[in-house]
């Protein structure tokens, strides 16, 4: 089991430009959230899918965006990009529907912006 | 509106030594509350989840109790290892909501 699995690993952008970054979810998952973590803080919840549609959000602009394919991957898209955008874009995933489950997680997408 | 808080910020032990971190919540209506790990930027292992309806977990060294009344977690680590070093943050989940809200985390350095 290959588990959670993101990519790239690595990204540097510069300020207005646009990013997708993708999650693969761990076999047997049927929903992905995605979280953002600021150097020396904890992660803040982006949103989450599930069936394909966004289940909840947090406190994000709508420059944040994402999609869940068939296959239960997802993607982040991050418009116009912000020097605060620079952070740590965490993938997890977890089974099943109704009340919140274990998340487990990928190693993260470190994106710099410049 | 769940805030969640990690005391210390940063704690250094000698190899050895038996340590507990800290990790308190606002709003105990919260369906579970996990421990985590997190390596230097490094993405998160999951290390413990405790329902609301229960008052501890064990792992191997590890050990994490809750108590919801209080709003209160702690994670305890028995015989610290050089390997223990690393960043752990706790989170919790809130009844009918998907989202894991989190504290800043405790840096945890095991000193040989």
């Known amino acids: 089991d290959a588990g959670v699995t993101q990519s790239p690993t690595h990204l540097i952008k510069t300020r207005g430009q646009q990013v997708t970054l993708r999650c693969s979810p761990k076999s047997g998952h049927d929903t992905v959230s995605w979280y953002q973590q600021a150097l020396g803080q904890g992660p803040q919840f982006i949103f989450q899918y599930y069936e394909e549609e966004e289940r909840q959000r947090g406190n994000f602009p709508d420059r944040f965006s994402g999609h869940q394919f068939p296959n239960y991957s997802s993607e982040l898209n991050v418009n116009a990009l912000l020097l605060g955008d620079s952070a740590l874009y965490l993938c997890?995933?977890?089974?099943?529907?109704?009340?919140?489950?274990?998340?487990?997680f990928g190693p993260g997408t470190r994106l710099t912006v410049t | 509106k769940q805030e969640v808080t990690q005391i210390p910020a940063a704690l250094s032990v000698p190899e050895g030594e038996n340590l507990v971190l800290n990790c308190s919540f606002t709003d105990s209506a919260i369906y579970n509350l996990q421990w985590f790990r997190q390596d230097p930027g490094k993405g998160l292992t999951s290390l413990l989840l405790i329902q609301s309806s229960q008052r501890e977990q064990t792992s191997g060294r590890l050990n994490a109790s809750l108590d919801k009344s209080s709003g209160r977690s702690t994670l305890y680590i028995a015989a610290s290892q050089p390997g223990d070093s690393a960043t752990y943050l706790c989170?919790?989940?809130?009844?009918?909501?998907?989202?894991?809200?989190w504290g800043a985390g405790t840096k945890l350095i095991i000193k040989p």
């Open positions: 997890a995933s977890s089974p099943g529907t109704g009340a919140p489950y274990e998340q487990y």
């Open positions: 989170a919790v989940t809130m009844d009918s909501n998907y989202q894991l809200i």
